[in-house]
């Protein structure tokens, strides 16, 4: 039997020829079935472009070798073609290789009907080449070709849209212009070649100057560009400007040559200096003449107050650094007093700068400097051995035991290792580590909890006494400081300088001083300067105090002549006994108050004299008083508004105005608000004042004593009823 197979060979040979015509192509072709979604017929450059050989291409699909088009994707575009099919459709895409790599193609692709299927055509180019010249010319359009830096045209682009993203988010940012000193020489003396390579190699140390974020520009010739994005303003700028002209110390080995090449700075700020990118690169360039103007190897700002600034603060840096070298650090030392006896109790040290030309300077003026360049590891370190060393000389002298508190800087908890700092010390002048305090600020404990907590519980373990400083002022709760291992709170100064005339002051201390207690902690108040204030830290059971009032920080030998004379320190006397009747006259006519004395000396009163509110405030504190005569009109305060917060500090007491003039507005407001018990315009009545007070010191004895006081007043007018003689009396009896 035989078979007419002419029309296979027919089909066999026109496939052939297809291939063959396919295959003479350098274009890759793909064949793709609509409906299978598989490649069904492809050419030899498909499979080398994509390093597959054919039958693996045959099981494959587009979505296999396309990086970035997913399957609803082509579907959606195949759906397209079949609806315009003789229309083709162009464009540019990713193909994937075997190896992973990607090739960059150009397609144009059309939609073919064969049979009951559709089919469609893509005839597919490598563009790899024409990509990469065309990547390599923008490129070469934007950096220089020397250095690989950005050129002036991208470093402008990049400042305009740095600029752009600052307004947005409020950054300040920094532009740097530097420019080589000298590099004119080099160029006419080494050639340009050797100049060539000075730039190239400049170009790598100034890239190690800056973060990832920072552009480096080469603007031309020997001119650089830098862009800052800045947080703490000038300070960074200047930080990596002195950067620079640091990694330029070490010499350029050029061939055979080793060259010290320095280079001038200016800095301009946006938004201080302007907004626009011309504007900040053009004043960077003038601030940089300035820098050359002042010899070369500097930088300026362009406003001038910054240099002041900038420049004042690196002065300070450079001869803190010596300071330490030097050995011109030293410790003076403040008394702290136990106010339950009157004796040291123990000393702050504080740090002193001795600085040649300047005296002794305060650390204020230093302190943060040390924190900002890193010293104050060192310094700190130094600090705990000379207090150790200083607490183990005295157990060796006749001075004996006495505690010194040494206060630690934030940086110094975060970034040093105190707690070794103490157990070397300790260890090395034999001290207990109980005569040893640390003093840390409420906010250097807030940052970096978990380590500060750690270390607080090893010193604590080691037997070292901690203290919070400034406290009040760092808006942390006590239940938040509970999870620190405390023993001592130091009230800060803040809250102790109107505590005896502020009601809010007095209030916050005396609810530090109660919260403490209840809690077993210590209280000490600092800046303690006045008799009125210690008074009243004494009544409210404050435990130790600091301040002028008792000294000053002494340097170390007058602090060891103050304690080898005598460490008892003289206290206030005792208040006056509550059962004296204490009245306090409050008036800054001096007659005024030479005849009411004159009056009342034989009525039996403790009689109190204060020529100004500030002074009554002052005796209130170191006195018990009952009761209260005040002038209305006084230079410091007047009289209502003295009652005012006499009223909130010492709520038992009983108060009288006695006024020259009546002004009712505020006298009323102040009888309202319970403030005042009588008001009396002057001149008055003798035996009616004389009777009122004697009543005034009943009623509080009534309400306050537990034996109330049944009249021994010597005045004439003792039976004197209440109420008959006053102006104005308030509404609901006396304060209380
Ligand atoms: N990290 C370190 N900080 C230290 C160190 N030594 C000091 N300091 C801190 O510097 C700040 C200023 O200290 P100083 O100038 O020494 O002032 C202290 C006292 O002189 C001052 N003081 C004391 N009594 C009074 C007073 O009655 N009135 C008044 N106006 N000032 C007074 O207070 C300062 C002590 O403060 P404190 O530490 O809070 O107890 C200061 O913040 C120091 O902490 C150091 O070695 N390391």
């Known amino acids: ?114 049979g009951g299927d559709w089919i469609i055509v893509a005839v597919v180019r490598d563009i790899s080449e024409r990509k990469e010249a065309a990547q390599r ?10 250095t690989g830096l950005p050129n002036r045209t991208l470093f402008y682009d990049t400042l ?49 100057c800056v973060r990832a974020r920072d552009t480096v520009g080469r603007l031309g010739g020997d001119e650089f560009g830098v862009i800052l994005v800045t947080q703490d303003e000038q300070n960074d700028a200047a930080a990596v400007a002195c950067k620079i002209r640091e990694v330029l110390r070490t010499p350029f080995v050029l061939g055979q040559h080793e060259l010290h090449v320095t280079a001038s700075i200016g800095i301009t700020m946006h938004p201080l200096d302007a907004s626009q990118p011309d504007e900040l690169i053009k004043y960077a360039d003038t601030a940089m003449y300035r820098a050359k103007h002042a010899g070369r190897d500097t930088f300026r700002f362009f406003t001038a107050q910054m240099n ?64 900002d360049t890193g010293l104050i590891l060192k310094v700190g370190s130094w600090i705990i051995d000379q207090a150790c060393r200083q607490v183990g000389q005295w157990l060796l002298s006749s001075v004996g035991r006495l505690q010194v508190s040494v206060n630690v800087a934030g940086r110094q908890l975060a970034e040093g290792d105190i707690n070794a700092d103490f157990v070397a010390a300790l260890a090395r002048h034999g001290v207990p580590p109980e005569l040893l305090e640390v003093e840390l600020t409420e906010s250097s404990l807030m940052a970096n909890t978990d380590r500060t907590i750690r270390t607080l519980r090893d010193l604590k373990r080691l037997g070292v006494h901690i203290s919070i400083d400034d406290f009040g002022t760092g808006y942390s709760s006590l239940a938040y400081l509970r999870r620190f291992p405390i023993d001592k709170l130091k009230i800060d100064i803040a809250f102790i300088r109107e505590v005896t005339s502020n009601p809010d002051d007095a209030a916050i201390v005396q609810a530090i001083v109660g919260m403490a207690h209840s809690l077993k902690l210590e209280v000490i108040a600092e800046g303690v300067e006045t008799a009125a204030q210690l008074a009243f830290l004494k009544r409210h059971r404050c435990d130790q105090v600091q301040g002028y009032f008792f000294s000053r920080p002494l340097a170390l030998p007058a602090l060891e002549s103050l ?113 005042i018990y009588r008001f009396y315009t002057k001149p008055w009545d003798d035996a009616v004042l004389r009777a009122d007070l004697c009543e005034a010191f009943r009623q509080h ?21 209440t109420g008959s003689v006053a102006q104005l009396a308030q509404a609901d009896g006396p304060p209380g």
Not at 11 to 17: K, N, Q
Not at 182 to 204: E, M, S
Not at 326 to 338: I, R, S, T
Request: charged share 25%.
């Open 701 to 721: 004895s009534l309400l306050h004593d537990a034996e109330p006081d049944h009249g021994n007043c010597a005045c004439p007018a003792s039976d004197y009823q």
């Open 308 to 371: 002041v600034e900038v420049l004042a603060r690196l002065e300070l840096e450079k001869a803190l650094r010596r300071a330490f070298e030097n050995g011109e650090f030293v410790l003076h030392y403040q008394p702290k007093v136990a106010l339950d006896s009157g004796s040291v109790a123990g000393v702050e040290a504080l740090l002193r700068w001795e600085r040649p030309g300047h005296g002794l300077v305060a650390p204020d003026l230093f302190i943060g400097s040390l924190e």
């Open 137 to 146: 010319l923008q490129y070469q359009a934007h950096h220089d070709g020397l």
């Open 1 to 114: 039997m035989y078979m007419d197979i002419s029309e296979r060979k027919r089909g066999e040979d026109e496939l052939r020829r297809f291939r063959t015509a396919m295959d003479c192509t350098d274009d890759a072709i793909f064949l793709l079935n609509c409906t299978s979604m598989r490649f069904v017929e492809l050419n030899a450059a498909a499979c080398r472009m994509l390093d597959y050989c054919r039958e693996e291409l045959l099981d494959m699909g587009p979505c296999d070798i396309t990086a970035e088009s997913s399957l609803e994707q082509m579907t959606a575009l195949y759906e397209h073609l079949k609806a315009n099919s003789g229309s083709s459709l162009s464009d540019e895409m990713a193909l994937i290789r075997k190896d992973g790599s990607q090739v960059h193609v150009e397609f144009h692709q059309q939609a073919l009907q064969s």
């Open 563 to 675: 304690l080898l004379k005598d460490r008892q320190m003289p206290l206030p006397a005792a208040p006056t006994p509550p059962h004296r009747k204490t009245l306090l006259l409050v008036d800054d006519e001096a007659n005024v108050l030479s005849s009411l004395r004159r009056l009342l000396r034989d009525d039996g009163y403790h009689i109190l004299c204060a020529g100004s509110a500030a002074e009554g405030f002052d005796l209130l504190a170191q006195h018990s008083v009952q009761v209260i005569v005040c002038d209305q009109r006084m230079p410091d305060m007047n009289g209502t508004e003295f009652f005012g917060r006499v009223k909130e500090m010492y709520q038992d007491s009983i108060r009288i105005i006695l006024s020259g003039y009546a002004d009712l507005d505020s006298v009323i407001k102040a009888v309202n608000k319970g403030a």
């Open 160 to 208: 305009t849209r740095t600029l752009q993203q600052a307004t947005e988010h409020g950054w300040t940012l920094a532009v740097l212009f530097l420019d080589l000193d000298n590099f004119k020489a080099v160029n006419d003396t080494l050639g340009h070649g050797v100049g060539d390579d000075l730039l190239v190699q400049f170009a790598h140390r100034l890239l190690g």
